[in-house]
């Protein structure tokens, strides 16, 4: 059956819910479940305020009891039936969510599927703990990653010490059961040892915790909380660095809505010249 040729209606919406706090829900999260007549959640990873917006006639699915079959019979039946069904899955749906295999399954099938992006926990991390990832001369990039050796294997070249090469900022998933590991792949790396770490638990949750610690620290922190599962790591520099600023509010910065000031342009300009005779030259000899 062609999404043409199925009854009216016929959808399915893959839900971003955001790191579990249902009020971090977007507006078109919260409308996508009110509109559904069959609600699929993974009850260990969303807080069951979120089904608070669904209607109460739709039925409710528990994910965790349900393989990519189950769901994929699931989209069938809304197909068949003409039903709306809002498959609400942890943090955002374009990481680590098992997100193109349902994609691929409804192009198959013939049913509409629309995603709805949710706030990442990378970023409630960050926010909770009052810093941003990209500091001015400390590092402008995110690594977001995972360790190697677990259920899925990491393609070559994209395991953490080779990412942490790079010494910028590192956001590190589904990583706890193996701190060590962890540890050891980020000195090696090139991470000093007092390398400042955010190691965050179930962050927007009442049980939610957020510990800093360093490099160096980090598998007795982990180990001493015991923790293995629903836990993030940040990682680099960034995270204590201060005292530097952005050149996009200086005042000596224009662009098309804003003029600069001169004095301050001149200076900017000046500040930028002496960084980059500071820098040492390549040798060619």
Avoid: N
Wanted: charged share 20%; aromatic share 4%; proline share 5%.
């Amino acid at each position: 059956m062609s999404a043409a040729q199925a009854p009216a209606g016929a959808k399915v919406t893959i839900v971003g819910a955001g790191p579990g706090a249902a009020d971090l829900l977007t507006f078109r999260a919260a409308r996508a479940i009110a509109e559904a007549d069959v609600v699929i959640w993974a009850a260990s990873l969303v807080q069951a305020e979120v089904l608070e917006h669904a209607r109460a006639d739709a039925e409710i699915l528990d994910s965790a009891a349900m393989s990519l079959e189950d769901v994929v019979a699931v989209y069938g039946r809304a197909l068949r039936e003409g039903l709306r069904v809002a498959r609400i899955h942890s943090g955002d749906p374009a990481l680590w969510g098992g997100t193109q295999e349902q994609v691929d399954r409804c192009a198959a099938l013939g049913i509409a599927v629309e995603i709805v992006p949710g706030v990442s926990s990378f970023s409630a991390v960050a926010a909770l703990a009052g810093r941003e990832l990209t500091i001015p001369e400390v590092a402008q990039s995110v690594i977001l990653t995972r360790l190697g050796g677990g259920k899925t294997p990491m393609p070559p070249g994209e395991e953490v010490r080779e990412f942490a090469r790079h010494g910028t900022t590192m956001a590190v998933f589904l990583s706890a059961a193996r701190s060590g590991q962890l540890a050891a792949e980020l000195l090696e790396g090139g991470y000093r040892t007092d390398t400042p770490v955010l190691i965050a638990h179930q962050v927007t949750w009442p049980e939610e915790l957020l510990l800093r610690c360093t490099v160096g620290t980090l598998e007795a922190t982990v180990k001493e909380h015991k923790l293995w599962k629903h836990t993030l790591f940040l990682v680099g520099p960034a995270l204590a660095a201060s005292g530097t600023r952005s050149h996009l509010y200086h005042p000596g910065h224009f662009h098309g809505f804003r003029r600069a000031d001169p004095a301050a342009r001149r200076a900017l300009r000046e500040s930028r010249a002496g960084e980059e005779a500071r820098e040492p030259r390549e040798s060619h000899g």
